[in-house]
């Protein structure tokens, strides 16, 4: 953390400007809109893989089941924040960019026209962020998500800590 007591990335739509970077501003959590709050450990790897919706239901049950195992050690709520998303053609229609039941997309207030779009197609695999070296070697799924119940007992201990515990 380097003495910093939050790390993280942000992309921030402003007054007409978008902004983005390494860190995350106060003015940027001020705003309303999306924000997401997730421990690395659970997504170092995932979220390398491309940013689109290739994948998406498999990553999404592999987080499930990640986060139930971490749950029966103690650790977290066991439920996973995209996990109403998934099977959602059982639900009713939900915005393409924010996922909201209560807009269509040409009214949605978080995401402008194009934007929320092109965070959801990537069809060139273009944006990926770097693996994280301290999950290397941890068993994980084909699409990045830890396999806690493939550990071995110092991974599971490793692990653990990376989450804080």
């Given at each position: 953390m380097?003495?910093?007591?939050?790390?993280?990335?942000?992309?921030?739509?402003?007054?007409?400007?978008?902004?983005?970077g390494?860190?995350?501003?106060?003015?940027?959590?001020?705003?309303?809109?999306?924000?997401?709050?997730?421990?690395?450990a659970?997504?170092?790897?995932s979220?390398?893989?491309?940013?689109?919706?290739?994948?998406?239901?498999?990553?999404?049950?592999?987080?499930?089941?990640?986060?139930?195992?971490?749950?029966?050690?103690?650790?977290?709520?066991?439920?996973?924040?995209?996990?109403?998303?998934?099977?959602?053609?059982?639900?009713?229609?939900?915005?393409?960019?924010?996922?909201?039941?209560?807009?269509?997309?040409?009214?949605?207030?978080?995401?402008?026209?194009?934007?929320?779009?092109?965070?959801?197609?990537?069809?060139?695999?273009?944006?990926?962020?770097?693996?994280?070296?301290?999950l290397?070697?941890?068993?994980?799924?084909?699409?990045?998500?830890?396999?806690?119940?493939?550990?071995?007992d110092?991974?599971?201990?490793?692990?653990?800590?990376?989450?804080?515990?």
């Open positions: 380097d003495g910093r007591e939050v790390a993280g990335y942000h992309l921030m739509i402003k007054n007409g400007k978008v902004s983005g390494p860190f995350i501003p106060r003015e940027c959590l001020d705003l309303p809109g999306f924000h997401a709050v997730v421990d690395w659970l997504i170092a790897h979220s390398y893989l491309p940013f689109n919706t290739i994948g998406h239901q498999e990553r999404g049950t592999a987080q499930v089941k990640l986060r139930r195992e971490l749950n029966e050690v103690g650790i977290g709520d066991g439920k996973w924040a995209l996990e109403s998303r998934l099977n959602t053609d059982k639900k009713p229609p939900r915005c393409r960019a924010c996922g909201s039941e209560d807009h269509d997309r040409p009214d949605c207030p978080v995401w402008p026209p194009g934007v929320g779009e092109a965070l959801g197609n990537n069809p060139d695999h273009r944006w990926r962020l770097k693996r994280s070296p301290e290397e070697g941890f068993p994980e799924s084909e699409w990045g998500v830890p396999i806690f119940s493939d550990m071995s110092d991974q599971k201990i490793a692990f653990k800590k990376l989450l804080g515990h």
